[in-house]
């Protein structure tokens, strides 16, 4: 029995093929893709990050009650005002946005140099802020309000260096990474150099500021930040719909009239604005931004690294860690760049030894 035949116009008039495992949101006139799993992973972790910003609110020297800690986000008369309101939310929200820009800022990265090592931190972005810094610190530029934009600054001209150099008629994605490390050792050492020759009070206070750290943070770090993301949210969403293609071998998006190199410098330059942002209002907390993407990917077996997911997860990562560096050892508080370099540090070597695996079985195959 033949299977009945379907003519061009009745196809036309079914609409493009959905793609497994997606489904159609439409809102007005506009309709949107979406992939089910992603979806639910991301509601999932939405609802993990606000019970851990619920605990980071209940928990410190004194407990609050949760009840109380809702009534002071919620701006209602509260008894525990003081505690919540002025000294722990402020660190919260600020905690929040890095981890979330740090989120963003790995997953498009990675996603232009096709490598899970490529992340700011990794490839010298967050050592050229850290460098412009530092260095402005130690000339005698210590206001919180401007950090951030000297590094912005120092981020996209490193990421501009690597980048000029990284491109040979293409973007190699391992050339990218190693020209990245060469620099960001470079970078590192410049610092280091700023803080021998600085003051000693004010080299202690950048060294404080170089491990990461939401100490003494507020809303005066939150602002910016929280502005720049806003800025920042229509370019995201074009990010989200450019990884698709940017994702593809460079003949077929070549083929599709996908400029590439413009495509590519625009998500790296959001990227690392994002990233220098972030290293500005917190100092560089290292690894979130390689951690987050790579954890998102893996939950929602997605083709494209998500970037909800990737700011969920690097949101969470900075105020659980922030949550647990003043707990833990407890009345001593660490910055939270060291718990998230004690844990960003072995799953970078898993990362290395795995890729080395996989390439060595490709070999034998080969063989």
Known sequence: MSAPVTSPDTAARRGPVRPAGHSRLTVGRASFLVHLRAAVVATLLAVLLAVVCLAYLCVGESFVAPSEALKVVLGQPSSQELVVGTLRLPRMVVGLLVGAAFGVAGALIQTVARNPLASPDIIGVTQGAS??????????????????????????????????????????????????????????????????????????????????????????????????????????????????????DDDTATALGVRLGRTRLGLVAIGVVLASMATGAAGPVDFVALLAPQIARRLTRTAQIPLLSSALLGAGIVVFGDLLARKVFAPTELPVGVLTAAVGAPYLIWLIIRGHRTRSRAAGGQA
């Open 131 to 248: 460098a412009l810094t530092v260095g402005s610190m130690t000339f005698g530029v210590t206001s919180y309000a401007v950090l951030p934009y000297l590094s912005v600054a120092g981020g996209l001209l490193a990421a501009a260096l690597v980048y000029l150099f990284a491109w040979r008629g293409g973007l190699h994605a391992t050339r990218f990474v190693l020209i990245g490390i060469g620099f960001a050792v470079a970078l590192r050492s410049v610092t280091q150099l700023f803080l021998t020759k600085g003051d000693y009070l004010v080299a202690q206070q950048a060294q404080v500021w170089m491990t990461g750290s939401l100490n003494g943070r507020g809303w005066a770090e939150a602002a910016p930040l929280g502005w720049a993301l806003l800025v920042a949210l229509p370019c995201v969403l074009w990010a989200a719909r450019a990884q698709r293609t940017v994702s593809m």
